[in-house]
């Protein structure tokens, strides 16, 4: 079967729904594929920073969104120190909305398809790239219903994330940026009378230092390991790992001796961020993780790929809707807009990753603790705001200039 449309974006993650409903708002013929049935993704992270929801606002969505289901956190913490405190920023949101992935994407998707353009296909993943005689991309072929269908697009956007296929059959290769991170991603009960309600952070008390975030009903938990360890910490036993859970949150020993009783509980990851040289082969352009892969310090990647798919769509807009063809020049202006802070928050990402990473490889047995440097650095008023901004805001904000294409409904 073969079908035909202006943009084809694969993958129906925050770069990819973003982008669809935002061409789709605009009138413009555009098609997601996603590869799953849902938009269930527990190795995602839930954060929606102030810069985001400064986009939802100009664009109608904010108060519609902080109806769903979220709570909200003013700090980010480790060790008891307020790393960042978002109050610091000048915004209507001066917050981390939490929202579960599912919810935050399902509703967006279900707006989309309110547009006439806008059309997405669940359980559809994407298999090949289709290539003209010169090489120049045209479409992509995927699978659906035990079938293989073909789409012609004049453009394919890439937002299949870390594990890109689509970057993989354009021979594209990441350039890795940060150390290799090996992280155990679990979940623990959150009970409403918690103390810690309202606060998501690094807990340091124990040798393993846990980053958690707040969901309603359950705590995500990471915990970054020393590398190559993994098989060791397993054949210490799970009760081995629960007590040392237990060690740096003691009101998590009892949930973690209830729900984590065998490592089934816990999905092993390899996280190392890197990013692309170019974003834009002919007729294909990557975006969101399949361009940039972001780890989970700072929990900022969702943001910087839905930034990614609003300059995206700031800048494919007018040209489609002038009914002029895509240049590369336009695509080359995508990835200039959007790679600077991007590297800036990879650099970051490098660091904090790396001072972790040193601590798990000293192997002391004592507890992690925040440099003093940094939290004298953080104790100046003019220097505590530089990385909330950076964090929420990306530096410099992205904003959404497209409120006179949209298409009345
Ligand atoms: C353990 C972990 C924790 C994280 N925590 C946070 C956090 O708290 N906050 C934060 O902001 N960021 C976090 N991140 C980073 C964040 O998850 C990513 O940066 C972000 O999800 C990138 O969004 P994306 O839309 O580019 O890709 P993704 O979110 O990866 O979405 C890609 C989509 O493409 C689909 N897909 C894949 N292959 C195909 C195919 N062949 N055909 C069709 N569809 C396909 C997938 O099913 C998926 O829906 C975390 C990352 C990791 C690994």
Request: overall charge positive; charged content about 25%; glycine content about 10%.
């Amino acid at each position: 079967m073969k079908t035909k449309t202006k943009v084809c974006i694969v993958g129906g993650g925050p770069a990819g729904i973003v982008l669809g409903y935002l061409l789709g708002r605009c009138g413009i013929d555009v098609l997601v594929l996603e590869s799953q049935d849902d938009f269930d993704r527990d190795f995602r992270g839930d954060t929606l920073h102030a810069g985001v929801m400064e986009i939802f606002d100009s664009i109608g969505l904010a108060d519609e969104i902080l109806k769903l289901p979220h709570h909200k956190i003013k700090t980010m913490s480790a060790g008891g120190v307020d790393l960042i405190d978002f109050s610091w920023l000048k915004t209507p949101f001066p917050y981390v909305t939490m929202m579960a992935q599912s919810v935050f994407l399902s509703h967006f998707a279900e707006k989309a398809k309110s547009f006439p353009n806008f059309q997405i296909k669940m359980k559809a993943p994407v298999r090949e790239l289709i290539r003209d005689s010169k090489g120049n991309v045209t479409g992509v072929t995927y699978r659906q219903d035990n079938e293989i269908h073909e789409v012609e697009a004049e453009l394919v956007v890439a937002c299949d994330g870390r594990g890109s296929r689509v970057r993989k059959e354009a021979g594209l290769e990441i350039d890795p940026v940060t150390d290799l991170m090996e992280v155990l991603w679990f979940r623990l009960p959150r009970h409403q009378t918690d103390q810690r309600y309202g606060q998501s952070g690094i807990i340091t008390g124990g040798r393993v230092p846990l980053i958690v975030l707040e969901r309603p009903n359950h705590y995500q938990i990471a915990c970054v390991i020393k590398p190559g360890t993994y098989s060791e910490l397993r054949a210490e036993g799970i009760e081995h790992f629960q007590n040392e859970i237990g060690k740096a949150a003691p009101d998590f020993l009892e949930r973690a001796r209830n729900t984590l009783t065998d490592w089934k509980s816990i999905a092993f990851l390899h996280v190392q961020g890197g990013r692309l040289a170019t974003w834009h082969p002919p007729g294909l352009l990557l975006i969101g993780d399949a361009a940039h892969i972001m780890t989970p310090v700072g929990g900022v990647g969702i943001n910087y790929a839905i930034w990614d798919a609003v300059e995206t769509a700031n800048q494919l807009v007018p040209v489609l809707r002038a009914g002029k063809p895509i240049e590369e020049s336009h695509l080359a202006e995508i990835q200039a807009l959007r790679e600077p802070s991007t590297r800036r928050m990879q650099t970051i990402q490098k660091f904090a990753g790396r001072r972790l990473l040193e601590f798990l490889s000293q192997d002391t047995g004592a507890a992690f603790k925040i440099p003093t440097a940094l939290k004298l650095i953080l104790a100046i008023p003019g220097l505590r705001s530089i990385l909330p901004r950076i964090i929420a805001l990306g530096g410099k904000r992205t904003r959404c200039h497209l409120s006179k294409f949209f298409i009345s409904q």
